[in-house]
């Protein structure tokens, strides 16, 4: 699965379905390690896209900053 087209949002609502889908109980454990995989790809994509507008964020903050003085 290809994620660096994924919007943050688009990662998260398919993180919660594959959750959803753990949660179920239904699966095969085939299935569960595979969604699992998924899932902790998904969450690592996610955790790097708040890094990442974090620090952008922080960039505004102390330009702000600077010109400020």
């Known amino acids: ?3 660096e087209h994924l919007t943050f949002d688009e ?5 919660d379905e594959v959750v ?3 949660e179920s109980g239904q699966l095969s454990l085939e299935k569960s ?3 699992y995989e998924t ?4 969450s ?6 708040l890094k990442l507008a ?3 964020i ?3 903050t102390q330009s702000g900053k600077e010109g400020a003085n």
């Open 54 to 56: 974090e620090l952008k």
């Open 33 to 35: 390690v595979e969604l």
């Open 11 to 15: 990662a998260i609502k398919q993180l």
């Open 20 to 22: 959803k889908q753990l």
């Open 1 to 3: 699965m290809s994620l």
């Open 58 to 60: 922080e960039k505004v």
């Open 39 to 42: 899932g902790m790809r998904l």
């Open 44 to 49: 690592v994509y996610c955790d790097m896209k």
